[in-house]
């Protein structure tokens, strides 16, 4: 992947993300500045550029920059500021300098993907080969947009370990694995039900005056069992 479209598709990810404010990318080589955001001033932008210039060189000149985030998980490579109370995470990537004002919330999964992308590991759809690494998912829950890999909702915390891929439809699980329902689950506790309303109906016509609660003893049990079933039989990892 050249280093051009690999700009652009992050790009278009921090766009999408929810809780990133702005982001502003530094590119050394050819000293050029790309800046999204709603209302930045003159001002804030040289501030900007001159911090990504002292954060090019902090990282270079330090080779591993280790900066502990809130949640005490070291950061290789990730710089985290608050500029102004505005919490800023800096990431090299190639000959671009990353600064990305956002929720921090969003710190360890952000710098997860970025560490990833630099070490040249992208994450992809085991069935189809799509590249999920820097793609998006709206949660079900809030509705906020995430990285797909997340594992749950960075904002509600939750459950995104299985959705399906958007290449070629199905589930899979964060990290692009191959996931499979139990559908033998379903299948033994749906013949059980059946077993348990034949047996209750056999009865009701010799005990006809308990007719209608052994239809409804049985329906019960049914309806708790198929519960059961389809709750253990959640998609799993193969
Ligand atoms: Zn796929
Ligand atoms: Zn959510």
Redesign the pocket.
């Known amino acids: 992947m050249s280093s051009r479209i690999f700009i652009d598709t992050i790009k278009e990810f921090l766009k999408k993300i929810s809780g990133v404010r702005w982001y502003l990318i530094y590119n050394i080589d050819e000293n050029k500045v790309t800046i999204k955001s709603p209302i930045m001033s003159e001002d804030k932008i040289s501030d900007l550029i001159e911090i990504s210039k002292a954060s090019k060189l902090l990282i270079e000149k330090t080779g591993r920059v280790a900066l502990i985030s809130s949640t005490k998980e070291p950061l290789v490579n990730t710089i985290y500021v608050k500029l102004n109370g505005e919490g800023v995470e800096i990431e090299k990537l190639e000959s671009n300098i990353l600064l990305i004002g956002i929720d921090e919330k969003l710190l360890n999964t952000l710098s997860e993907i970025f560490a990833s992308a630099r070490r040249g590991e992208l994450i992809k ?1 085991n ?4 590249e999920i690494h820097f793609e998006t998912y709206t949660c079900p829950r809030c509705g906020r947009v995430v990285p797909f890999i997340a594992e749950t909702c960075l904002f509600c915390r939750y459950d995104l370990r299985y959705k399906k ?1 958007p ?2 439809g ?1 589930v ?1 699980d964060y990290r692009g694995r191959i996931v499979k329902r139990q559908y033998g689950v379903i299948l033994i506790t749906a013949l059980i039900s059946g077993a348990i309303l034949f047996f209750t109906g056999f009865v009701s016509t010799i005990y006809r005056e308990y007719g209608i609660l052994l239809y409804s003893l049985g329906g019960l049990i049914t309806a708790l069992l198929i519960t059961i079933g389809v709750l253990s039989s959640k998609p799993r990892v193969l």
């Not at 069935?127 to 799509?130: A, L, M, S, T, V």
Request: glycine residues 20%; hydrophobic residues 20%.
């Open positions: 759809c069935i189809c080969g799509k891929c290449g070629h199905d899979i």
